[in-house]
């Protein structure tokens, strides 16, 4: 296992998946960054050399917030929301959906598990 800005990286899987597990970061931008380094979508991560592997660190944390630094960030905008008496806000701190969805029928699950 390589650990990568706080994250552990299995072994037998591939990069370009075993990016994935960073918390912001899915399929597409994890091609992206194979594709900026130079790394092969076949090449498993035991299989990185140490200068790729601090390439690849370097790169994730200059350009992508990932991790405990990207959930910090949705949690102060969450609480900003409530903060300025918004829609949104309330419809966060009610444990209802925020971005129109139906809650007659639907949205029942979320609204009795948060009670």
Do not use: W
Request: charged letters at 25%; aromatic letters at 6%; proline letters at 1%.
């Amino acid at each position: 296992m390589i650990f990568i800005l706080n994250t552990n990286l299995k072994n037998e899987k591939k990069v370009s998946r075993a990016l994935c597990e960073f918390f912001g970061l899915g399929k597409q931008v994890s091609h992206q960054i194979c594709d900026q380094l130079g790394i092969s979508d076949k090449i498993k991560v035991n299989q990185l050399t140490n200068s790729q592997i601090d390439q690849l660190t370097q790169l994730i944390s200059q350009n992508y917030l990932v991790g405990a630094d990207l959930r910090r960030t949705i949690k102060q905008n969450i609480k900003r929301l409530v903060s300025i008496s918004s829609y949104r806000g309330f419809r966060h701190t009610a444990g209802l959906p925020v971005r129109g969805q139906r809650t007659h029928t639907n949205a029942k699950t979320i609204r009795t598990r948060k009670k």
